[in-house]
């Protein structure tokens, strides 16, 4: 089974809307995070934002927040007041285990975002 | 802000060379990794190391790969007799505490 699962290959979405970019996770571990990443055209790996799996509220970051719903698995990444420059890939990653562990990352498919003018 | 570094940015070989990717991660980080990207597809890992030994490697790992930080600030993955499908987007990434993995820029290997 998959660790984690994008199902939007492709989004778009108009400039300064909201948009909600899918992910859901497989683990049987009680400790985790999960994290997402974007990735522009560039190609680097941009970090945006972590969830714990203990922790009890939503993530934030500026204009990006992890809706996360621990029951149905699920983090998935929000951003609101969408800028051109969030055109990208955006993947979700999860990490088993405790927190300050070297253990490696799972990444899903990626979702390509495009934003609309 | 810190940063990781890789180099060089986009190496070229001919099938059957070695190459070896250069990675700088964050100096007072303690875990370091190797991810590659095919084009277009997702980033997998590769290998992780701490305290100058292999923590944890995946199935595309094998024999022809190894790591090494020979000098405790460079962390190089070597590929010994690169395949054309070898070709890919390397990613070094290091992680200190709490939990944040940093990627370095990648280096695009292209084995002809």
């Known amino acids: 089974a998959q660790k984690i699962t994008q199902t939007q290959p492709g989004m778009f979405v108009q400039e300064k809307e909201a948009v909600t970019l899918d992910c859901t996770y497989d683990?049987?571990?009680?400790?985790?995070?999960l994290f997402w990443y974007k990735q522009p055209s560039s190609g680097e790996m941009i970090f945006l934002i972590y969830?714990?799996?203990?922790?009890?509220q939503n993530a934030t970051e500026g204009r990006y927040s992890l809706n996360f719903q621990k029951a149905r698995k699920s983090a998935n990444l929000v951003i609101s007041a969408s800028q051109l420059g969030d055109s990208a890939m955006y993947f979700c990653?999860?990490?088993?285990?405790?927190?300050?562990?070297?253990?490696?990352?799972?990444f899903g498919t990626g979702t390509s975002l495009t934003v609309i003018p | 802000e810190p940063e990781v570094t890789q180099t060089p940015s986009h190496q070229v070989t001919q099938m059957g060379q070695e190459v070896i990717l250069r990675c700088v991660p964050i100096?007072?980080?303690?875990?370091f990794y190797w991810y590659r990207q095919i084009l277009g597809q997702k980033v997998e890992f590769l290998v992780s190391?701490?305290?100058?030994?292999?923590?944890?490697k995946s199935e595309i790992f094998d024999d022809q790969f190894s790591v090494e930080r020979p000098d405790g600030s460079n962390f190089t993955l070597k590929i010994r007799s690169t395949k054309l499908e070898d070709s890919a987007m390397y990613f070094c990434?290091?992680?200190?505490?709490?939990?944040?993995?940093?990627f370095g820029p990648g280096t695009r290997l292209t084995v002809t």
């Open positions: 683990t049987s571990d009680q400790s985790y995070g």
């Open positions: 990434a290091s992680q200190g505490v709490p939990y944040e993995q940093y």
């Open positions: 990653a999860m990490r088993e285990g405790l927190v300050n562990t070297g253990n490696q990352f799972y």
């Open positions: 100096s007072n980080h303690l875990y």
């Open positions: 190391f701490y305290n100058n030994e292999i923590s944890e």
């Open positions: 969830q714990g799996s203990y922790d009890e």
